[in-house]
T-cell receptor, first 115, second 112 residues
């Protein structure tokens, strides 16, 4: 199993451009998450999804949109990229369900630079 | 705002020594988790400790949780160069979406 796969791995954008980051998981997990990681900081939650067709805002949602049309995929969109969105973006998934206490499984990240 | 804060921010030890990292948090939790991040990679789950547990072991890892002090510690025994990484604590605050709030991490360097 591949686990959580993120594409692309690297991207450079110009201010105002748009792009979509793709996250795919093959573990049949219900819950999926998008985080950003900035230097010297931990991960901050952007948006998350508790199932196909559902999305919700996290701690830092402004400037981002997400979609979960298929259970295995979670897309993160930047409509008009800004230099402040330069970061490393991580996708994660977890089992969800009724059981508490589930770990999250992470992809290897997308390194995004906005010029 | 950061729920979990790790201490120290950076730690450098010799191979074979033990490494201890601490995490403090602010509000009640369901569980606390520790993750490792190697340079340029994603986070890897190490261990989860529930709020009603006080200590947990996994191989060379030992985690303690003191809910009265809102703190946790991660001990890595007999460290190896391969343990060099950033370590993050994450707290699960709610029971609905399994959201985690991460601290800023401890950078551990194990010198051969």
């Amino acid at each position: 199993n591949a686990g959580v796969t993120q594409t692309p791995k690297f991207r450079v954008l110009k201010t105002g451009q748009s792009m979509t980051l793709l996250c795919a998981q093959d573990m049949n997990h219900e819950y999926m998450y998008w985080y950003r990681q900035d230097p010297g900081m931990g991960l901050r939650l952007i948006h998350y999804s508790v199932g196909e067709g559902t999305t919700a805002k996290g701690e830092v949602p402004d400037g981002y949109n997400v979609s979960r049309l298929k259970k295995q995929n979670f897309l993160l969109g930047l409509e008009s990229a800004a230099p402040s969105q330069t970061s490393v973006y991580f996708c994660a998934s977890s089992y969800g369900g009724r059981g508490l206490n589930q770990p999250q499984h992470f992809g290897d990240g997308t390194r995004l630079s906005i010029l | 705002s950061q729920q979990g804060e790790e201490d120290p921010q950076a730690l450098s030890i010799q191979e074979g020594e033990n490494a201890t990292m601490n995490c403090s948090y602010k509000t009640s939790i369901n569980n606390l988790q520790w993750y490792r991040q190697n340079s340029g990679r994603g986070l890897v789950h190490l261990i989860l400790i529930r709020s009603n547990e006080r200590e947990k072991h996994s191989g060379r890892l030992r985690v303690t949780l003191d809910t009265s002090k809102k703190s946790s510690s991660l001990l890595i025994t007999a460290s190896r160069a391969a343990d060099t990484a950033s370590y993050f604590c994450a707290t699960d605050l709610s029971g609905s979406a399994r959201q985690l709030t991460f601290g800023s991490g401890t950078q551990l360097t194990v010198l051969p």
